[in-house]
């Protein structure tokens, strides 16, 4: 079965460093997403992305966060200047029609974010 | 709001026992919900989902969820649980549809599940 894969499983960076994590969604998939979970707390929404843009952000996306899919099969998340609360696990996930129950999301293992 | 809680954080049963797992949720209109598992180092795996129809939903490896409405809840079971179901589970609703025509999800914070032998 297809999945979504998520390179490296785990970065450590320093507090201020850029970070790019990325992600290959399943490949007729339209619709990419990215999630978070800072240990012990709850899956969060960051950014829903489709047709080359981003349909839906998050008040967590801000300004240091931006998403791209630079070709036909990766879709990253950069991190400009991370922070010690940015230290998360970050899920990619794509589905393949963003409204209808029978196209639910697919997730990746994750990257686990430590930032220092 | 739209909001999902998980009462339990941690559940332990004994293999071969029956399973529950409590979801509720705050949600306008006839939600989407999901239950998904999260085995160690693995990502997150769809057990099963209801949008509308029956309200008894059939998933994978062995597990069931009834979604009732009276009750805003979705909750997960399983007759007889087996050790490989060790693992997190999460219980997540489906939001509107948004300007690019697809959903967030919104998470309860999860259980985990330990099983003894």
């Known amino acids: 079965e297809p999945e979504v894969t998520q390179t490296p499983s785990h970065q450590v960076t320093q507090m201020g460093q850029e970070v790019i994590l990325r992600c290959v969604p399943i490949?007729?998939?339209?619709?990419f997403y990215w999630y978070r979970q800072i240990l012990g707390q709850k899956v969060e929404f960051l950014v829903s992305?489709?047709?080359?843009?981003?349909?839906?952000k998050s008040e967590i996306f801000d300004d240091q966060f931006s998403v791209e899919r630079p070709d036909g099969s990766n879709f990253t998340l950069k991190i400009r200047s991370t922070k010690l609360e940015d230290s998360a696990m970050y899920f990619c996930?794509?589905?393949?029609?963003?409204?209808?129950?029978?196209?639910?999301?697919?997730f990746g293992n994750g990257t686990r974010l430590t930032v220092t | 709001a739209q909001s999902v809680t998980q009462p339990d954080i941690h559940i332990t049963v004994s293999e071969g026992a029956s399973l529950e797992l409590r979801c509720n949720y705050s949600?306008?209109?006839?939600?989407?919900l999901f239950w998904y598992v999260q085995s160690p180092g693995q990502g997150l795996q769809l057990l099963l989902k209801?949008?509308?129809?029956d309200t008894l939903v059939q998933g994978i490896k062995g597990f069931e969820a009834e979604f009732k409405r009276s009750q805003s809840s979705f909750n997960l079971r399983k007759p007889s649980v087996h050790w490989s179901d060790a693992a997190e589970y999460f219980c997540?609703?489906?939001?509107?549809?948004?300007?690019?025509?697809?959903?967030?999800?919104?998470w309860g914070l999860g259980t985990s599940l330990a099983v003894n032998p």
């Open positions: 209801y949008f509308s129809g």
């Open positions: 996930a794509s589905s393949a029609s963003g409204g209808a129950a029978n196209s639910p999301l697919h």
């Open positions: 997540a609703v489906g939001g509107p549809l948004n300007a690019g025509n697809n959903r967030k999800l919104i």
């Open positions: 992305f489709y047709n080359n843009e981003i349909s839906e």
């Open positions: 490949s007729n998939h339209l619709y």
């Open positions: 949600y306008g209109a006839t939600p989407y």
